[in-house]
């Protein structure tokens, strides 16, 4: 997946602290801080590349990695395709 660019974001997340970029990558993600009834929660936006979306078609599920030993609540969920210009 790619780093997708949210919509009205309100800030960007880098690596965290002590976070080694040659063992794992991590790079700069946009994200919306949005009011929820659990809290603020933080939305990014995710793209799959030609060959996810190929497996996607194809049946494939959607992993979540989550680094560490605590789970944090997430979600999950497919965002509404990008609007397209009419002439």
């Known amino acids: 997946m790619l780093i997708g660019r949210i919509q ?8 965290p602290a002590n ?10 993600l ?4 949005a009011p929820s ?9 995710w793209e799959p590349t030609p060959q996810e979306l190929l497996k996607l078609v194809a049946g ?11 789970h944090p609540p997430v979600a999950v ?7 397209t210009e009419t002439p």
Request: charged share 10%.
């Open 8 to 15: 009205n974001a309100t800030r960007v997340l880098g690596a």
């Open 19 to 28: 976070w080694d970029q040659k063992v794992l990558p991590c790079g700069a």
């Open 30 to 33: 946009p994200i919306l801080d």
């Open 37 to 45: 009834g659990a809290g603020i929660q933080m939305i990014s936006a």
């Open 60 to 70: 494939a599920p959607v992993y979540l990695n989550v680094f560490g030993t605590i």
């Open 77 to 83: 969920f497919v965002g509404e395709p990008p609007e």
